[in-house]
């Protein structure tokens, strides 16, 4: 392939950078302290930027962001049984896997392939521990619901918020009241991605955050447990692991978190153009996030009535054309050759349907709408 062919590919997505003058300043200063990790002013300041940027009142940053879900795991001292979603990234599962729990699978919602919690109840058991929901694509759980039956039977919520960067839902108060909240307050803690592809990046890196007062602990317990668990000079209380954020991303963290919200309003355009696009049109349809989430565009999924069938036959056809979308999730994490021994991925029908007919197109602020409506055109054309 010549660079030229190269360079007209149109990826999924493109990881978002900012002007190299601004990050060649900024980590200009590391050359002079020489502190290229372990809890440095960036990492320290990022903490703190990201703490009331997110609305949270605790942060913990961490190198990526199955580090950081693995951790907060842990952190809770959790045994038994965790019940979640199939449909979502590997990591979601092999956190919990990897803590010695084990996954329970409930099935999803058709309208935004979020946990289904009318399948929840009937999950639970006297050896669940925590429900892990994920808010798929930036699709928002039914968190009060989640949460109600949570309290009910005494467990921990834990959220994969990794999709979910920077938005805000209404919650209802106890007196009825509703206000605005980021979501990364809901359940006891919620975990964070910042990839290379999300919409805010460190390069790699992740978070926990919490609002809870009674997971205020998390501040000490999860710095501990991402520095090996050393927690004085000559002393270590926990089995901890190495999960710090060095300083080169949290530079790339305060710098992008400048830009952040153009690249949302970026994205807003080109979600609105593909809907205007393949609305009405016969054999697609969408997925409907909560209409009281300001969204921040992280995805561009759309489902194949047809199914699987349909659906491949225009993955290759975009392909072809240098257009490369992602099955987005396929196949469902219960079908995974390392769980078939463990679940069905038949006892989740819904998760498996979507996860047969979706496909997520290409979505970055730099997108040209021209690509957009190209792409539109492909993806309609005898289906």
């Not at 949290?250 to 979600?271: F, S, Y």
Request: charged share 25%; hydrophobic share 35%; glycine share 6%.
């Amino acid at each position: 392939m010549n660079q030229k062919e190269e360079k007209e590919q149109i990826l999924v997505t493109r990881a978002s950078l900012p002007p190299f003058e601004e990050y060649e300043e900024l980590i200009r200063s590391i050359w002079e302290s020489r502190w290229l990790t372990n809890m440095g002013c960036f990492h320290e300041e990022l903490r703190e930027k990201l703490r009331e940027y997110l609305q949270v009142s605790g942060t913990e940053l961490f190198v990526n962001g199955h580090m950081a879900l693995e951790m907060v795991l842990q952190a809770f001292e959790l045994q038994g049984e965790v019940i979640t979603t199939p449909f979502s990234f590997a990591s979601t599962t092999h956190a919990i896997v990897r803590n010695g729990l084990k996954p329970v699978f409930c099935d999803i919602r058709e309208e935004d392939a979020t946990l289904d919690p009318e399948c929840l109840e009937a999950l639970i058991t006297k050896d669940t521990a925590a429900i892990l929901p994920v808010h798929v694509y930036g699709n928002v759980c039914a968190a009060e619901r989640i949460q109600e039956i949570a309290d009910a039977h005494g467990l921990k919520v834990i959220y994969d918020a990794a999709h979910a960067f920077g938005e805000t839902l209404e919650k209802r108060e106890s007196d009825g009241t509703l206000r605005r909240v980021g979501v990364g307050t809901l359940g006891d803690a919620s975990m964070f991605s910042f990839h290379a592809t999300k919409v805010f990046n460190t390069i790699e890196g992740g978070a926990v955050t919490w609002a809870r007062p009674e997971s205020a602990f998390l501040e000490d317990r999860l710095y501990k447990l991402k520095n090996f668990g050393i927690t004085g000079k000559e002393r270590v209380e926990y089995v901890g692991g190495n999960g710090k954020m060095n300083e080169f991303c949290a530079a790339m963290g305060l710098c992008n978190l400048r830009h952040v919200e153009d690249w949302i309003r970026a994205r807003r355009q080109i979600t609105e153009r593909y809907r205007e696009n393949l609305k009405g049109v016969s054999g697609i349809r969408f997925l409907e996030p909560r209409k009281d989430v300001d969204s921040n565009y992280a995805y561009m999924p759309v489902l194949f009535t047809g199914g699987k069938t349909v659906r491949d036959r225009v993955y290759d056809r975009l392909c072809a054309e240098g257009i490369f979308p992602r099955k987005y999730f396929y196949p469902c994490i219960n079908a995974y050759d390392c769980y078939r021994d463990l679940c069905d991925a038949e006892e989740t029908p819904v998760a498996k349907n979507i996860s047969e007919s979706v496909l997520t197109l290409p979505i970055y602020p730099e997108l040209p709408l021209e690509t957009v409506d190209r792409i539109c055109e492909l993806l309609t054309c005898n289906q």
